[in-house]
């Protein structure tokens, strides 16, 4: 017996139903990265004297574990806002056009989610500043932190 694929209105349902969920896993996971590094640059990063890039480092990694946890969550909370699954058969769920929406899906909710999931930095704009007053405080040599010029 021969299976008809998907139609096209059920791939975009199986779009639809992956991306819901992450946008949400997206958005907690970049924003708890911005969160937890910005906070270990500030505390352990300026005691041990780590870069930048290191404290973003361990932010990813304390969003990593705070995903595992709360990828559950996200999902429930998909599944009570009305989020059914697609009525597909077992082999038409696995066609590769099915597994190509699902991937597509899932992709593209993790960008909408991790684009949104930077409104932390809106909390953030003066870091820069802040750090460039602190570097001019100890050597003196930077005067202005608009323009980017020097004195000596």
């Known amino acids: 017996m021969v299976i ?3 139609t096209s209105a059920q791939l975009r349902y199986v779009l639809l139903h992956n991306a819901i969920p992450f946008v949400g896993f ?3 996971d970049n924003a708890i990265m911005i969160v937890a590094g910005t906070q270990i640059e500030l505390s352990i ?3 041990l004297g780590i870069s930048t890039m290191a404290a ?3 932010g ?3 969003s990593d574990l705070a995903g595992l946890g709360l990828a559950g969550y996200v999902e429930a909370l998909a599944c009570r806002c009305g989020l ?3 009525d597909l058969n077992p082999k038409q769920a696995d066609m590769w056009q099915t597994r190509v929406s699902t991937h597509s899906g ?3 909710g993790v960008a909408i989610g991790c684009i949104l999931g930077m409104f932390p930095l809106l909390f953030f704009k003066d870091e820069t500043k802040k750090k460039a007053v602190e570097r001019e405080g100890k050597d003196g040599s930077l005067t202005s932190i608009s323009t ?3 004195s000596n």
Do not use: D, E, H, R
């Open 4 to 6: 008809a694929p998907p």
């Open 60 to 62: 990813n990694l304390v």
């Open 26 to 28: 997206g958005f907690l």
């Open 45 to 47: 990063g300026v005691i």
């Open 84 to 86: 059914v699954g697609p």
């Open 148 to 150: 980017g010029s020097s």
């Open 56 to 58: 973003a480092a361990l």
């Open 106 to 108: 899932k992709a593209i």
